[in-house]
């Protein structure tokens, strides 16, 4: 199994920056891509950046030139770097990763507990 642990989460005001860390650890034979996603109350859970197991990325559009989300392998870690944040960005955010476990060729989920955002106006 693989678990996520998220940090960096917080109270910050608008136009501020916030850095969140997942830690992924636990017995896997490989992590693949990792991601997060976002929730706010009210709001189904949606995809904010998404980071391929050789770099390569995605973002939603609304956080486009703001956010940058970045790994370090050898630690098993994604980072989300968030600048130039808005009140609309507060919401629970949550780490996920992909990850194989030895002896099978699937892919399985794993998420993190969810760390909170705030951005106050």
């Known amino acids: 199994q693989v678990q996520l642990v998220e940090s960096g989460g917080g109270l910050v005001q608008s136009g501020g920056s916030l850095r969140l860390s997942c830690a992924a650890s636990?017995?896997?034979?490989?992590?693949?891509?990792m991601a997060w996603y976002r929730q706010a109350p009210g709001n189904q859970r949606e995809l904010v950046a998404h980071i391929g197991s050789g770099g390569s990325t995605n973002y939603a559009d609304s956080v486009k030139g703001r956010f940058t989300v970045s790994r370090d392998n050898a630690k098993n870690t994604v980072y989300l770097q968030m600048n130039s944040l808005k009140p609309e960005d507060t919401a629970v955010y949550y780490c996920?990763?992909?990850?194989?476990?030895?002896?099978?060729?699937?892919?399985?989920?794993?998420w993190g507990q969810g760390t909170q955002v705030t951005v106050s106006s």
């Open positions: 636990g017995s896997f034979f490989r992590i693949n891509a």
């Open positions: 996920y990763a992909g990850f194989i476990r030895f002896g099978t060729p699937y892919e399985y989920a794993a």
